[in-house]
Every structure is written in structure tokens, then in C-alpha cells.
């Protein structure tokens, strides 16, 4: 009986197809961090704005109703679970720095709701729209969404560095290959 043996590949191909499999890797690598990134830049990037550059201001509670499962809502993807089910919105008209009252509205989940109707909360917005605002007793919440969005972006910025630096070298490679 014989045995058959597996053709061998050319060196050239080996070569090429590894560069092929580095490319395609950071292709999902990249995917990867745009849909992280997609999940994640509403809340962190208001909690990096209201972090460092948040101003608090003192709202009264209009109104903390239930909320009702909306399926275009930004806040209901699978990391927020807890709101499509048990939310309250809460309503709270506040007055920045110089500026026009305000009113935003909040998703929170019961047990953090807090405040009754007509009672005072601590809002903290951003100076230049105060329309990014959020309470401020839970801006610290947000801190993990924030640093998700943060190695997102890092990542994405690496993944799109190599890339360039595998296409180049890929391109090299093929027109040295040109000549043999």
C-alpha cells in the first residue's frame, strides 16, 4: 500500500498566505473594537467629558416614571439588560451656569432611582452643551464604559497600524516576487 504524500506548497505561497491570515485577523480585531466602540462611546464619552470638564449644578426632579421598552433607544443594548425590563425615566429641569434652564431625562433602574418628585438633585453637564448631563451622584457609574470606549479606540488605532505596516510589507514581498 502506498502512501500518499502531501504535495509540498511553494515557499512564495506560505509566505503570502501568512501575510494573508495577519491582515485578515486585524480585519476582525477591527470589527471588533468598531462594534465595542458603537456599545460604548454615548456613556464614556460622557463620562470623559463630565469628568474633566463637568460643571454641577443643583435641578429639581420633575417627574420618575417607568419606562417603556423603546427598541431605537441607545441605551438598550445587551450591556443594560436591567433597563429594558425595570427603568424609570426621571426628569430633572436644572438651570448651568449663566444659561437657560434645562430639562434632561435619565434611564435608571429602581433601586438607584432616588429623589422623589419636586426634591433637589446635583446635575453634572457639560459647560459647552449642557445637554451632556447626568447625575452626578452617578457620573462614577459610567467610569467602566469609559475606559471600554478608551481601549477601544487604543486598540482600533494599533489594529489600524498594523494593518497599514502588513500591507505595506505584503506589497513589498509581491514585487520582489515580481522578479523570480
Same mark, same amino acid.
Given at each position: ?45 460622557? &463620562?470623559?467629558? +463630565? /469628568? ?8 429639581? =426632579? ?6 417603556? #421598552?423603546?427598541?431605537?433607544d441607545p441605551d438598550n443594548y445587551e450591556k443594560n439588560v436591567d433597563l429594558w425590563t425595570s427603568a424609570y425615566v426621571m426628569v430633572v ?31 453634572? &453637564?457639560?459647560? +459647552? /452643551? ?8 452617578? =457620573? ?6 469609559? #475606559? ?33
Amino acid at each position: 500500500m502506498e502512501t500518499v504524500q502531501p504535495k509540498s506548497r511553494d515557499p512564495k505561497e506560505t509566505v503570502e498566505d501568512g501575510y494573508a491570515l495577519n491582515l485578515a485577523i486585524l480585519f476582525i480585531v477591527g470589527c471588533a473594537t468598531v462594534f465595542s466602540i458603537y456599545l460604548y462611546h454615548n456613556n464614556g464619552a460622557k &463620562y470623559w467629558l +463630565l /469628568n474633566a470638564f463637568g460643571k454641577v449644578s443643583s435641578g429639581t =426632579v420633575l417627574t420618575a416614571t417607568q419606562a417603556a #421598552y423603546e427598541a431605537n433607544d441607545p441605551d438598550n443594548y445587551e450591556k443594560n439588560v436591567d433597563l429594558w425590563t425595570s427603568a424609570y425615566v426621571m426628569v430633572v429641569r436644572f438651570t448651568p451656569e449663566g444659561g437657560t434652564p434645562q430639562i434632561l431625562s435619565f434611564k435608571k433602574p429602581q433601586d438607584i432611582m432616588g429623589g422623589q418628585i419636586g426634591s433637589e438633585m446635583e446635575i453634572s &453637564y457639560f459647560p +459647552l /452643551n449642557p445637554k451632556i448631563g447626568h447625575p452626578a451622584k452617578y =457620573v462614577p457609574n459610567l467610569r467602566l464604559d469609559g #475606559y471600554v470606549l478608551l481601549g477601544s479606540i487604543f486598540a482600533g488605532l494599533i489594529a489600524i497600524l498594523l494593518s497599514v505596516r502588513g500591507v505595506r510589507r505584503w506589497a513589498r514581498f509581491r514585487k520582489k516576487m515580481r522578479r523570480y
